[in-house]
């Protein structure tokens, strides 16, 4: 049986930011991170040797990553291999930076050589401040579901696999905050897998926060017997409407109001089930269970929407649109800024298209270029004007020539506003990330997207988020104010297609030098690739024991809030 690790946080296999208002600015949190055994389907899994596992790690080093949250004017925290060298086991790193301007709901993940496939995720809570009324009553919870796909081959397995040109294929379960499903049919879920169970009491309304921070599987997330009022996206609140279920796709986070105005006959599952994938095995079930429930939850799941019908998933994602007239992180109406009106300063169409072969190497693309990440950060090179690590010359369209591996940067316009095209020629569900950035959503159908497919757009009430679907043979539609000076990281969020190239970076440059719209290279920056001897001498702070009985200790992060309006607290 192949060897399967997690990487922990906290000790915890997920955990969650939360932000309230509060009198401290600062604040901190010291994580360790290292690998653990864990039968998360009920499967038996041998850890590999220690030794080996701590220094193939040490090679690779890791990153973290936070997904939505947009880091303003300081790109040098984003976590990501343009802007960052990798974090060497042993060594330490202290991500500091501000979540002003944002609420809502976002996620953290590792970032580097497949190893979100392993674990290491958690849900971020960022909270108004008291001064800005939120459009809804105060819930009386909150709940954070952090589900994904999972598989039982290591995250190094899976990524030979795609190297060798062997799909991931369907996942062997999907997982609730880490755990395997509830045994709702024995003939599928084995026994003694442990579940994830959600209590609540009868009459309240809770707000469950639901992040897919998954390899690379859709989702369809339902409550049996309960309406899902959505409200917020990634940080815009939307116009509140009820559905039965949602379609969230892999990086999407959405938050639901959710009564508890059942009988407490029985508890009642929570699903999440695979979509757009032909899959055998089980969903991932919690349970949702009333304080004064009579009996377990049995019977079938609630059924998921209808497979043949492609149009579904479209019609729902495009009825989810922004609350016009609700503040945000700032009491000023989030359809203040009138997109609609703005004058498009660039466009860009960025084509996919299914894996190839490019010199040898099986890779994925936009716009016919598969991006080679060097081994100097984008963003340090840019800082020390070191040349030839990257071209600013990312092509507007795709490019009537065979597909080549390079590393070609988008030249952004400070303060543009650019239209770009996600055209999805691949056979599966994409969905699509902006680092940096909420982007509004104007428009998505079948087909090749034209000229005239603007003629459909939502220039009114498009939500505002970090990641959008592009389904296969369609296309997506997204405009950006491109506000925050960095360099940007825009990928595919599915896992398989990320790893093997599908990724470009977006540079925003003010060109005003007397106007500072940067923040400085962080003193503690990590150096790497041409630039390795500026780096400083970092004595390990983590010791690492020879007895294989012990987790692999990989690399410790301390992470520095500083928090404008807001503070935390800890759940």
Not at 194 to 214: D, L, M, S
Not at 222 to 244: A, D, F, K, M, P
Not at 341 to 355: G, Y
Not at 512 to 535: A, H
Request: include cysteine; charge should be neutral; charged fraction near 15%.
């Amino acid at each position: 049986m192949p060897s399967k690790f997690w990487w922990i946080f906290l000790n915890s296999f997920v955990g969650l930011f939360n932000f309230a208002f509060a009198g401290d600015p600062f604040v901190y949190y010291d994580w360790t991170i290292s690998y653990i055994t864990a039968s998360p389907l009920g499967v038996k899994q041998q850890t590999g040797n220690f030794r080996d596992q701590f220094w193939k790690q040490r090679q690779i080093g890791t990153l973290l990553s936070m997904n939505g949250i947009q880091h303003r004017r300081n790109s040098w925290q984003d976590g990501v291999l343009g802007t960052n060298c990798p974090i060497p086991a042993g060594w330490n790193w202290t991500y500091e930076f501000q979540v002003k301007d944002q609420i809502g709901s976002f996620f953290y993940f590792p970032s580097t050589n497949f190893q979100r496939a392993a674990g290491g995720y958690g849900g971020i809570t960022i909270n108004n401040r008291d001064v800005i009324a939120v459009p809804f009553g105060a819930p009386d919870g909150d709940i954070t579901l952090v589900i994904g796909d999972w598989f039982i081959k290591s995250h190094k397995d899976l990524r030979k696999d795609i190297e060798k040109g062997v799909d991931l294929g369907s996942p062997d379960g999907i997982l609730f905050n880490g755990l395997g499903p509830y045994r709702y049919d024995s003939s599928i879920v084995p026994d003694g897998i442990a579940y994830q169970v959600i209590n609540v009491e009868p009459g309240k309304t809770y707000r469950f926060r639901v992040h897919n921070v998954g390899t690379s599987t859709s989702l369809n997330f339902r409550i049996q017997n309960h309406n899902l009022l959505l409200v917020e996206t990634e940080g815009s609140y939307t116009v509140q409407q009820n559905y039965s279920n949602m379609d969230i796709h892999v990086g999407q986070s959405y938050s639901f109001l959710v009564t508890m105005d059942q009988p407490a006959s029985n508890d009642y599952y929570i699903v999440a089930s695979p979509r757009f994938v032909n899959s055998t095995k089980a969903s991932g079930v919690a349970i949702l269970h009333y304080s004064n429930s009579q009996a377990p939850a049995s019977g079938p799941l609630p059924d998921l929407p209808n497979e043949s019908d492609p149009s579904f998933s479209m019609t729902q994602a495009r009825s989810i649109r922004m609350n016009v007239s609700a503040g945000a992180a700032r009491p000023n109406p989030q359809g203040s800024f009138k997109y609609g009106e703005i004058t498009v300063t660039d466009v860009f169409l960025l084509l996919n298209k299914p894996p190839e072969i490019i010199d040898g190497k099986r890779r994925t693309t936009l716009n016919g270029i598969s991006f080679f990440v060097p081994s100097t950060p984008l963003k340090l090179a840019q800082q020390y004007n070191v040349l030839g690590i990257y071209k600013l010359d990312f092509p507007n369209r795709p490019m009537n020539r065979p597909s080549i591996i390079d590393t070609s940067v988008i030249n952004g316009t400070f303060k543009g506003f650019i239209e770009i095209i996600l055209q999805n020629n691949d056979s599966t569900v994409q969905s699509y990330h902006l680092d940096g950035y909420a982007f509004f959503v104007v428009g998505m159908d079948y087909g090749v997207w034209t000229e005239n497919s603007r003629n459909v757009y939502n220039k009114w009430d498009g939500v505002a988020r970090s990641t959008t679907q592009v389904f296969p043979g369609a296309w997506t539609a997204i405009l950006v104010y491109l506000d925050n000076a960095g360099l940007w990281n825009l990928r595919a969020q599915n896992l398989d297609s990320w790893y093997l190239g599908q990724e470009v970076y977006l540079s925003v440059v003010n060109p005003e030098v007397t106007e500072k719209t940067e923040l400085s290279l962080p003193e503690n920056t990590i150096f790497c690739g041409v630039l390795s001897s500026l780096q400083k001498d970092q004595a390990q702070r983590v010791k690492f024991s020879s007895a294989p009985s012990i987790p692999t200790l990989v690399t410790r992060i301390f992470i520095a809030l500083i928090i404008t309006f807001v503070g935390i607290s800890v759940r």
